[in-house]
């Protein structure tokens, strides 16, 4: 790392800092660098009249959740082109990461994690699409955000946070949902008789500072290491429908800011989805003919591979609903709910380094149709989901290494008047790299995160569009361990390039940081 001691700004367009300029990195980490930034693309919003609400405002010192009310904008209307979230935060001093959630009518719209600070204060923004919940932003509703903190004599720095909704108005380019629905006392789901698409949506998050926040990274009971579970690392988010198998997915693996025991990784450029939880979507629409009945039913989420009694997990849900405005009931039935017999083998292999290789994976199909006031509509959900992983590491945990791969392949076809229409999704979840401890107590991380998706949609069988994402971030950070923080000597880069490509356009965006230098900010498109 000591190659990058004295460099100096290669080339950058920073935003809004218009042309390049040269900067001094410094050789190592000081008491302040730039602001955390992404490559992710801005949500922004189209052009025209907008209204603004302030939803929350609040600093957080403790566990104490901030209440409000939340108001319709006034001059916007009730129908928006766009709804836009964004969060405005800054701290100073010392803190850990900490995750947060902001729910409005219950509904949850925002599912976050803080950076940590530099002593001398940072300031960070999230921007997130949220116009599918628009149903919610119609009447007034109760708010509630907390981001839980601990503020004392060591970690001093209070998290000041405020929340705006940007409303746009006209037509949206997709109908959002005709209600927004959160599950009530015990887990029950009661939806409209007219339902016709229903699609649940699940902020999955491992959490909590246990073993349960670095899951992959678990091992069987046998194997000497600090974070244990029966069957190994595979971990599976299941949604179930009165004791029936719905819906299945791969959990996507977060870093968080002081993940992988190196802050200094993510102090400017954070890991993919780290300020922005993307929740889990399950096309519950084949158990529409049996949710439309108008009672109650019981809808339960659960992680598979979760030690019994160990908590870590949160899987917060809320439900979609698409009406039939010419029908007061939709009846339909569940054609076929066939899963798979669910595979997970970790192999634990003694030595130095000590070793544990995992393959597990997992099918399921769902189809039932409804009948609706356009005719029958058939919908069919099929999902197959594979983890592999080798994990090796040394005694003392001094070496922990680990390289895995996540797959999470999902068809979706709707088949009712007109061609049927089909959404192919395949996502791709990588994790490569290791942490080392030195005789000289320096501490190196290097690693490398991927998040990929490819989509492809067609109709009577022709492609009619498609996408392809890479998200990838890569980092190499060293520091000394066991001394104070003015005492670490702290050197690292990291890198992010996203890529997101298809036939609605191309947009590609990289930075690159050096001991909390911006050294790059490129556009490729």
């Not at 990058?4 to 050789?27: D, F, N, Y």
């Not at 009249?49 to 403790?62: G, I, M, R, Y």
């Not at 928006?80 to 219950?106: A, T």
């Not at 979507?281 to 992680?303: C, I, M, Q, W």
Request: glycine residues 12%.
């Amino acid at each position: 790392m000591s190659m990058l001691a004295g460099a100096t700004l290669l080339a950058s367009t920073l935003l809004g800092a218009g042309p390049a300029r040269a900067a001094e990195v410094p050789g190592e980490f000081g008491t302040d660098w730039h602001d955390p930034v992404t490559a992710a693309p801005p949500v922004g919003g189209p052009v025209g009249k907008s209204c603004q609400v302030t939803l929350a405002e609040a600093q957080f010192k403790d566990f104490t959740p901030y209440k409000g009310t939340y108001t319709p904008p006034k001059g916007c209307g009730d129908r928006w082109s766009k709804v836009v979230l964004r969060l405005d935060g800054k701290v100073k001093g010392r803190q850990f990461d900490r995750l947060g959630y902001l729910h409005v009518g219950g509904v949850e719209i925002l599912r976050t994690s803080t950076p940590e600070p530099s002593p001398d204060g940072i300031a960070w923004s999230v921007e997130k699409d949220v116009t599918r919940y628009s149903d919610t932003f119609r009447s007034s509703q109760d708010v509630e955000m907390l981001i839980g903190n601990v503020v004392d004599d060591t970690y001093t720095g209070v998290l000041d946070v405020k929340v705006t909704l940007t409303f746009y108005r006209g037509k949206p380019a997709a109908a959002p949902a005709d209600k927004v629905l959160t599950l009530g006392d015990g887990n029950t789901l009661t939806t409209p008789r007219n339902s016709e698409r229903i699609l649940a949506e699940v902020y999955a998050t491992g959490s909590g500072g246990g073993c349960e926040e670095f899951w992959y990274l678990a091992v069987p009971d046998k194997a000497p290491y600090s974070c244990q579970a029966d069957g190994g690392p595979y971990r599976e988010v299941q949604i179930r429908v009165d004791g029936q198998l719905a819906g299945i997915a791969a959990p996507f693996p977060h870093v968080w800011t002081g993940g992988w025991s190196n802050p200094f990784l993510w102090y400017v450029v954070p890991a993919p989805r780290a300020f922005d939880v993307k929740p889990i979507e399950y096309d519950l629409t084949p158990f529409a003919g049996l949710l439309n009945d108008g009672r109650p039913h019981k809808v339960d989420v659960s992680v598979v591979g979760v030690p019994e009694g160990q908590s870590g997990w949160s899987a917060p849900v809320d439900v979609l609903v698409w009406q039939d405005a010419g029908r007061a009931h939709v009846p339909g039935k569940l054609t076929v709910d066939r899963a798979g017999e669910l595979a997970n083998s970790s192999t634990y292999t003694a030595g130095s380094p000590e070793r544990v290789d995992t393959e597990a994976g997992h099918r399921l199909t769902v189809s039932g149709y409804v009948d609706t006031s356009h005719g029958r509509v058939a919908t069919t959900v099929s999902r197959t989901l594979a983890n592999t992983s080798t994990h090796r590491w040394t005694d003392g945990e001094n070496v922990d290494g680990l390289d895995a791969k996540w797959t999470d392949d999902e068809s979706v076809t709707v088949d009712g008047r007109g061609p049927a229409r089909t959404t192919l999704t395949h996502r791709t979840y990588t994790m490569n790299g290791s942490t080392t401890i030195g005789d000289d107590a320096r501490l190196r991380t290097v690693l490398t995160l991927g998040d990929r998706a490819a989509v492809v949609e067609t109709r009577g069988g022709r492609r009619t569009g498609w996408s392809q994402l890479d998200d990838t971030v890569t980092g190499d950070a060293t520091y000394t361990t066991g001394v104070p923080r003015d005492q670490r000597h702290a050197v690292g880069t990291t890198s992010e390039r996203y890529r997101l490509y298809g036939s609605a356009g191309c947009y590609d965006h990289s930075l690159t940081t050096v001991q909390g230098v911006l050294t790059e900010d490129r556009d490729g498109c």
